[in-house]
DNA sequence: TAGATTGTTAATCGATTAACAATC
DNA sequence: TAGATTGTTAATCGATTAACAATC
């Protein structure tokens, strides 16, 4: 593992993308996998593929074998922290937050979300997949509780901000932000990630203009 | 609007971003804003949201006044191709799949679901949000029927190559795909959007822990 | 061995940043 | 006018790509 000085986001996004396809591999039997054969998987290059791997494992591929796959896979899963799981938080349990609720998913990224939140009075007190939907009144309070330190926030645009200062106040230092309004936190040391489905439509859409000209 | 020579990938995903600033500023009622101030909510330079801008825009800012927001807008809108509604389908509609569905934001964007597909006969027949859930017998068909170029994937990783290479053999050139792994095509002409919720959840991962050492 | 694959070092390419004259 | 803001041109910075010796 070398000295992590300066990684591009580009790079870091990249990660997930070669764990989704090492766990692929790795269901189909492969035990190891050569750079090249990653590279064309990735649609990047071999040498691409060989500086991102150099950086976040400690053990070298083997000419004419590769590399181990279950290696690499706990390498960048130690990397990106998806090893020890983190507790979460959900506000907004509206259509997508359930949703999200009820995804699996997350687990194989090391989060796991203990409690969602909402305002509605018909669904608080219930449980989702066993996690309590409690009022967003008790936010402050759960928070400390649970001592979550994560939460993500699927509320709509016109709340999000007031939302997401209050998760802040009350001790949360990570937001992965759903609804569709960019938040921010005077709290620099708070970190906050804009999930946006606009952005691959947009480069979907871009990148179909581009190929009909 | 400059010759669109070479836009990196990153510029193009900074575009939905200003859109929706540029959006949550226009409900505020300002009609102008001036690139050092976008810059402070777009956590990034002057200088690049005036490159970034000129990009798309015809016309020009006025110094002491900056650009109007509405022409702002409607110049992002054309120039990702979000002003002419393109019709989609979807297919998968379990939690996610249903959630999307339901989710009236796509059209903000410029796609229009038209339908849904599955295969599970409980729910084939039923229509969400007016939009008929067929199965994906028929998808082949309708797509043919619909004449619609754009697919949304949801379903499970499992089958998700295999619906891709059928979307793609039933005339689909563009396909965001939702499902847990990655997809491709031999047709280099088809463009697929991987949307991971996995990349933001490194992206978060990593600078929390960056930000403990 | 021969050759595929490796890691590293150097070259290129491109995006971002800085500087500055122009302008409302 | 004065000054904020503009667009453009040049400088810097960093990531990607290419080249190559090392090695299993």
Do not use: W
Request: net charge neutral.
């Amino acid at each position: 593992m070398k000295e992590q000085s300066n990684i591009s986001l580009n790079q870091i996004r990249r990660y997930p993308v070669y764990l989704k396809i090492l766990r692929d591999l790795k269901k189909t039997g492969e035990t190891h996998i050569s750079s090249p054969v990653l590279a064309k998987m990735m649609n990047s290059s071999e040498e691409q593929v060989r500086k991102d791997l150099q950086v976040v494992s400690k053990d070298s591929g083997k000419p004419k074998v590769g590399r181990n796959i279950d290696g690499l896979i706990n390498d960048i899963e130690t990397f990106l922290g998806f090893n020890n799981d983190t507790d979460a938080i959900l506000v907004g349990c509206g259509q997508f937050g359930t949703a999200l609720l009820r995804y699996d998913g997350f687990k194989s990224y090391g989060l796991n979300i203990v409690a969602g939140f909402d305002n509605n009075q018909s669904i608080i007190g219930n449980t989702i997949k066993g996690k309590p939907v409690y009022s967003v009144d008790e936010l402050e309070k759960q928070i400390s509780e649970l001592g979550v330190k994560i939460a993500i926030l699927v509320t709509p645009a016109s709340v999000a901000q007031e939302i997401a200062d209050r998760l802040v106040d009350a001790g949360v230092i990570g937001i992965l932000n759903f609804a569709p309004t960019v938040i921010s936190s005077k709290n620099e040391n708070v970190v906050i990630e804009e999930i946006d489905i606009a952005s691959g439509l947009a480069l979907l859409s871009h990148k179909l203009n581009l190929r009909n000209r």
